[in-house]
């Protein structure tokens, strides 16, 4: 069993930068593939980017290069840092997990573990 905290996101002028943070419990983290995912009003969740036990990330298009996703497995800590973030990044962002080495996707039923959401706000 993981249980997944995220930290509270923010509100921002498009161009900034958020960095968002997911606390995991359990000793089995380093096992486990680790993605963001997010989802705005109206739409399903989309996966933004994973990253598997060894540290091999894969991002959506929407957010190559500017998106960075990396883990601490120290702290059991994943990150999202978002720079030159626009508009269309407003959504309620997830952290989420599957007990598995390689990421399976970033389909939202491929993993099991989800946080509680942290809200992103870009404002123009």
């Known amino acids: 069993q993981v249980q997944l905290v995220e930290s509270p996101g923010g509100s921002v002028l498009a161009g900034g930068s958020l960095r968002l943070s997911c606390v995991a419990s359990?000793?089995?983290?380093?096992?486990?593939?680790m993605a963001w995912f997010r989802q705005a009003p109206g739409k399903g969740r989309e996966g933004v980017a994973t990253?598997?036990?060894?540290?091999?990330?894969m991002y959506a298009d929407s957010v190559k290069g500017r998106f960075t996703i990396s883990k601490d497995n120290a702290k059991n800590t994943l990150y999202l840092q978002m720079n030159s973030l626009k508009p269309e990044d407003t959504a309620m962002y997830y952290c989420?997990?599957?007990?598995?080495?390689?990421?399976?996707?970033?389909?939202?039923?491929?993993?099991?573990?989800w946080g509680q959401g942290t809200q992103v706000t870009v404002s123009s």
């Open positions: 989420a997990a599957v007990l598995f080495p390689a990421c399976p996707g970033t389909k939202e039923y491929e993993f099991t573990y």
């Open positions: 359990g000793n089995t983290y380093r096992r486990y593939c």
């Open positions: 990253i598997d036990s060894n540290g091999s990330t």
